[in-house]
């Protein structure tokens, strides 16, 4: 079975420091995808990247950064010189099988980042 | 250009009433997720639907919870004899048939049950 753990619970930053969340998982399948979703105080969830298990490429979009580690199964997430508006919970997922053909997706507990001013 | 819609966005149920929950997929989307976020947890999934069939139904209650995807219609995520803890966020999530290989869903800003 797909599993996600996101060790951090709370982080709490100054605004413009950097900051890594951890995402570590476990799947028996050779094909899967990762993903990284915010979910501002407002509730909905907005999708950020998603990272397909062969491609170990890392990826940089703006002041965010992943860090794809086959070897270590993990797909952390880093946000540069971090802003207030970074505030939130942030959630990495695994997709795994339905039946049907489909993925659905597993998702960790939740970081949740507060970024001061 | 609508994305995924859920309604109603908030819900307030007594114990014993009955929950609807209704999502309309994005247009040209024929799969529709159900996903539960309880308070302080990740989303569970429940439910995957495609149009009138009920495909996965492993991560749903087995009591008091159905779900369904008519022909013409939303989704409803149907809720009976809602006790405390169901009080949680409902997100509707949906995609293309390609989509729906590679977990490429696309989320609506869910429900928010409260029962009293």
């Known amino acids: 079975a797909q599993k996600v753990t996101q060790a951090q619970t709370e982080i709490s930053v100054v605004e413009k420091e950097d900051v890594t969340l951890d995402c570590v998982y476990e799947t028996r399948d050779t094909t899967y995808y990762l993903f990284w979703y915010k979910q501002p105080p407002s509730g909905e969830l907005v999708f950020l990247i998603r990272r397909n298990s062969f491609d170990e490429q890392n990826e940089i979009s703006g002041r965010y950064s992943w860090n794809f580690q086959k070897s270590t199964s993990s797909f952390n997430f880093t946000i540069t010189a971090s802003q207030v508006v970074d505030s939130a919970v942030y959630f990495c997922a695994l997709s795994g099988s339905l039946q049907g053909g489909s993925e659905k997706l597993v998702f960790g507990k939740g970081t949740k980042l507060t970024v001061n001013p | 250009n609508a994305g995924v819609m859920q309604n109603p966005r908030h819900l307030v149920r007594r114990r014993g009433q009955e929950a609807r929950l209704r999502c309309s997929p994005m247009k040209g989307h024929s799969h529709v997720y159900w996903y539960r976020q309880l308070p302080e947890e990740g989303l569970k999934f429940m439910v995957y639907l495609q149009k009138e069939n009920i495909i996965d139904e492993s991560g749903m209650p087995k009591e008091r919870f159905s779900a369904e995807f008519p022909k013409e219609g939303p989704s409803i995520l149907r809720i009976q004899q809602v006790v405390r803890g169901d009080s949680a966020a409902y997100f509707c999530?949906?995609?293309?048939?390609?989509?729906?290989?590679?977990?490429?869903?696309?989320f609506g800003e869910g429900s928010r049950l409260t029962v009293l």
């Open positions: 999530a949906s995609s293309s048939w390609t989509g729906a290989k590679t977990g490429e869903l696309f």
